[in-house]
């Protein structure tokens, strides 16, 4: 039993492990703009992750997932930027692993987001389908125009010095503030797509996935669907408002445009095309939404002179939606397709 | 009159005259629910493309500084028509493969189709705003104690007027409009009885597209700015004005459509315009939490 | 004798109409009562009082003496009533499996912290409860379909799925609402005698909705007859099999027909 529990933490381990080899080589070879880009692709995996959760999993159907992203950002760059907040040092710990501050600002954001997320899941025990859908857009566009209207964190200018991480001094080596950056979005980026992954293959999970299947039906199976769905609401919210956190401190400058209708489009997309209920298709697809516009529309607008980005981007989702319905993945993992591939056993069988 | 109520009345003018565009566009929004359980979310879009149909339109036709009654008519069929025409268009290419997938991947197209248009149109229209053709002349047409009637807001109540009740002609008294109600009701029964519910669904779009572009003329005629992004906003609040009613409903929409305006007008006027938009929606929340199915919607059970 | 189940002067009414009027039940601990009826009689909308989906316009329903009336659905369930559905409701996209874990998920004694850590807790908890839903699953011979998609299972295995979904709850009363539909005749006699078993191992209370007289009248200790709502009868099989009003409320059905007609059974 505990060699097992100790096992379950050996992929997670080296899924970390390889993530920070890749931002050794993006931190050595490339420049500023990759790596920015890189540290956007982390939110972005975070986002399309704990949206995949409500809409994938559990069958509601959000279209503000950005608000959630914009409280967590918020939040964060507030605190950050006000570290005598509460009257004490906010700053809790000295500068050598001043790092560790970030994982606090960003655990704040989400929290708070986490909030908001139960109180836009609320209304999801009355309102079904499209009804929710409007609710929580509209909820998203009330905080936008709070936003827009709040001077303390800029208002529509947005908020511009929001700190980044010094480089950090590990005896003889010197991270970067680009690797202690990266460092901090990989551990969300592994760690959201783990506490998903356990979540969603446990007792607790499934509940989820009869909330989505068939609600009365679960609710005869003894399921109480409304704790089920604000809880969805709510672990989604948390991890999104950390997306958040990582995108402020990464970009230095948050505008509430950044965070409309367009951005919540944007995960809604990575979830469909990944595939709803697939958590590694969300993941290959959040990358392919984040790089393609960046290394091969932009370039493409830059021959052109002309913004193809967000037509491209439309047409694919139109193309896929009636030729590939489902998705790349379905709901369906990597590692089942891989496993299909080669013949064996599918992933349920392991008792995960 | 005192100042405050002379000040309320126009603010009660204005508002109606603006609820009574969201309710034109409202309905487009409630029909295609109504038949296809879609919220067709490229109906702004058509919107917008009307607002700019008018304006190529008065270029091609030069009639750009003619105003006048028929200067109107003439424009606001031609808007009319093509808002029908690319109605049609979205419906055949993108909704119509879809008719059986779920729900959900209809909704995502239809999102998908509204970005298509709104950045084609920045590319081919050009992203900055253009001014509206002047179609009638703006004056006042009559004066009580203050409070001015400008021939716009006649306009725009006339116009809404009179294609509200074409519509509600159309839905109960034609023969198209019982085979309407009827696919709306239940469409594979409605197959069932020799109904092709397809020519139905294509005529919905047809007229909720045309009710667009004569909102798109309105609005133009009263806020004289167009760009390719308008619709975004005022298509969302009109839809939220057919949510609040009851979507499905047609005299929910325009209900909806009214306190959406009216409410508006009322926040600009005495808040702050700046909270405007966040109003609506709370408006829209707040009456959701109370009559989940909207004010006039039926609440339904689902059978077990 | 305190009933287990009691359903008293119960009436649901949609808008105009009397779906049930009337409905009094009284389910003794261990009975198996068939509950029938034509089509429309209201049968299922008793089912749905009874479960906590309807809420009914008037009267009460009450397990071992504490009433329902204002419980969920979902607490009715944890209270030991469960039910299966005419028109099936599985969970179509997962797995045999997972249908019946969901169902058991009621009696998991981990919370989501010991899932997320994946304490030892876990794995014992989430061990046993597959443990016991594939004991369930051999009981009807789905054991070896148990990674199958639920929605792609033969109709007569998605009826028997719905059963082993509603024992994995662990109910007291136990609602099957036209289980042998769809089935033919060797495998509704081989559904009865399985209600039986379970009747008897898992010491269950069942109430039975079903259009198979031969299945109602051959293992049913006491019918109710449903009409437009009314309750038109009620008592033994065979007196049910002779009632006048019985028959007359059947008439111009399938009732003297050859396949599961009355005569027959």
């Given amino acids: ?352 | 009159m005192s100042e405050e109520i002379l000040e309320f009345t126009q603010h009660l003018i204005n508002g109606i005259a603006l609820g009574s565009i969201y309710a034109l566009i409202a309905l487009g929004y409630t029909m295609v629910y109504g038949i296809l359980q879609l919220i067709n979310f490229a109906h702004s879009e058509v919107y917008m493309i009307g607002a700019f149909a008018t304006y190529y339109g008065a270029r091609w036709f030069g009639l750009l500084d003619r105003p006048g009654i028929s200067t109107f008519v003439l424009l606001l069929v031609f808007a009319m028509i093509c808002c029908a025409a690319l109605g049609v268009l979205i419906e055949r290419l993108a909704y119509r493969p879809l008719r059986n997938a779920p729900r959900l991947n209809a909704l995502i197209t239809a999102i998908g189709v509204s970005l298509f248009l709104q950045y084609t149109g920045q590319i081919v229209f050009g992203a900055d705003p253009k001014v509206f053709p002047t179609l009638i002349e703006d004056a006042a047409l009559a004066s009580f104690h203050g409070v001015s009637i400008r021939s716009f807001d006649v306009a725009i109540f006339g116009v809404t007027l009179f294609f509200m009740i074409a519509l509600s002609y159309l839905i109960q008294g034609t023969k198209i409009g019982k085979a309407m109600r009827a696919v709306s009701a239940n469409r594979t029964v409605a197959s069932l009885m020799g109904i092709d519910a397809n020519r139905v669904i294509t005529f919905t779009f047809v007229v909720g597209s045309a009710l667009a572009a004569v909102g798109a003329v309105l609005v133009g005629m009263k806020y004289p700015k167009i760009d390719p992004l308008m619709g975004t906003l005022f298509g969302l609040k009109a839809f939220v004005a057919a949510v609040l009613g009851g979507i499905g409903n047609l005299p929910g929409a325009v209900v909806g459509g009214l306190i959406m305006g009216l409410c508006e007008e009322m926040v600009v006027g005495y808040i702050s315009s700046t909270y405007r938009d966040a109003f609506a929606f709370s408006i829209l929340i707040l009456i959701l939490f109370f009559r989940p199915a909207g004010l006039l919607g039926k609440a339904t059970q689902e059978k077990v | ?265």
Wanted: overall charge positive.
């Fill in chain 3, 1 to 265: 004798m305190n009933a287990l189940l009691e359903a008293r002067n119960v009436t649901m009414q949609f808008g105009g109409l009397k779906a049930v009027d009337d409905f009094n039940l009284q389910l003794q601990a261990g009975e198996l009562v068939g509950l029938i009826g034509p089509n429309g009689a209201g049968k299922t909308t008793v089912f749905n009082i009874l479960t906590g989906v309807y809420k009914p316009t008037s009267g009460s329903v009450h397990l071992g003496g504490a009433c329902l009336n204002p419980l969920r659905p979902h607490e009715i369930s944890r209270l030991g009533i469960s039910r299966t559905f005419q028109n099936i409701r599985l969970f179509r996209e997962l797995n045999v499996l997972d249908n019946v874990l969901i169902a058991s998920s009621q009696h998991a004694q981990h919370g989501m912290f010991a899932s997320m850590l994946r304490l030892p807790k876990h794995y014992r908890e989430e061990g046993r409860l597959r443990e016991n839903a594939r004991r369930l699953l051999e009981i009807f011979e789905l054991d070896t379909k148990a990674k199958a998609e639920a929605g792609s299972l033969p109709y007569g295995e998605q009826r028997k799925l719905e059963i082993v979904r509603a024992l994995a709850t662990e109910p007291k009363v136990l609602l099957l609402d036209e289980p042998a539909a769809g089935m033919n005749h060797r495998e509704t006699e081989d559904l009865m005698n399985t209600i039986a078993r379970i009747r008897r191992d898992f010491k269950l209370t069942v109430l039975l909705i079903e259009h198979d007289m031969k299945l109602v009248m051959g293992i049913c200790e006491r019918i109710l007859v449903l009409d437009h709502g009314v309750t038109i009868s009620q008592g033994t099989p065979q007196f049910i099999r002779r009632d006048p009003k019985v028959i007359a409320a059947y008439l111009g059905t399938d009732f003297n027909s050859a396949d599961g007609g009355l005569n027959h059974a």
């Fill in chain 1, 1 to 352: 039993m505990t060699s097992r529990m100790l096992k379950s933490w050996l992929s997670p381990l080296i899924a970390f492990v390889g993530m920070l080899v890749i931002g050794v080589v993006l931190d050595q070879f490339f420049n500023q703009y990759v790596q920015l880009i890189i540290l956007f692709a982390c939110t972005n995996i975070i986002l399309a992750l704990s949206l995949n959760l409500v809409n994938g999993f559990t069958g509601q159907f959000s279209i503000g997932h950005a608000v959630f992203m914009a409280i967590g950002a918020y939040v964060s760059a507030y605190l950050s930027l006000r570290p005598e907040i509460f009257g004490v040092k906010f700053t809790m710990f000295p500068e050598a692993i001043d790092y560790l501050n970030y994982l606090v600002y960003a655990v704040c954001g989400g929290l708070v987001a986490a909030a908001a997320g139960w109180v836009v899941g609320l209304p999801s025990l009355r309102l079904r389908g499209d009804y929710l859908a409007i609710v929580t857009l509209g909820f998203s566009e009330i905080i936008r125009v709070i936003l827009l209207n709040t001077q303390a964190v800029g208002g529509a200018r947005g908020l511009f010095g929001i700190p980044r991480p010094d480089a950090l001094a590990l005896g003889p080596l010197t991270l970067s503030p680009f690797l202690v950056m990266y460092v901090l979005a990989s551990f969300w980026v592994v760690l959201t797509f783990l506490v998903l992954w356990r979540l969603i293959h446990s007792v607790h999970g499934r509940a989820f996935l009869s909330v989505r299947e068939d609600e009365i039906a679960a609710q005869a199976m003894g399921i109480n669907t409304t704790q089920v769905k604000v809880r969805a609401f709510v672990i989604s919210s948390f991890f999104a408002g950390v997306a958040g956190s990582i995108f402020a401190h990464s970009a230095n400058y948050l505008n509430p445009s950044t965070f409309g209708f367009t951005k919540s489009v944007d995960v809604i997309i990575m979830i469909v095309l990944g595939g709803m209920g697939s958590l590694s298709g969300s993941v290959v697809a959040a990358l392919f939404i984040t790089f393609l516009p960046e290394f091969v529309l932009r370039p493409l607008q830059e021959y052109t002179h002309i913004d193809f980005r967000m037509v491209i981007y439309s047409i694919t989702l139109v193309l896929f939606m009636v030729l590939r319905p489902k998705g790349l993945f379905g709901s369906r993992e990597i590692s089942d397709i891989a496993r299909s591939l080669r013949g064996e056993r599918s992933a349920d069988e392991r008792a995960s």
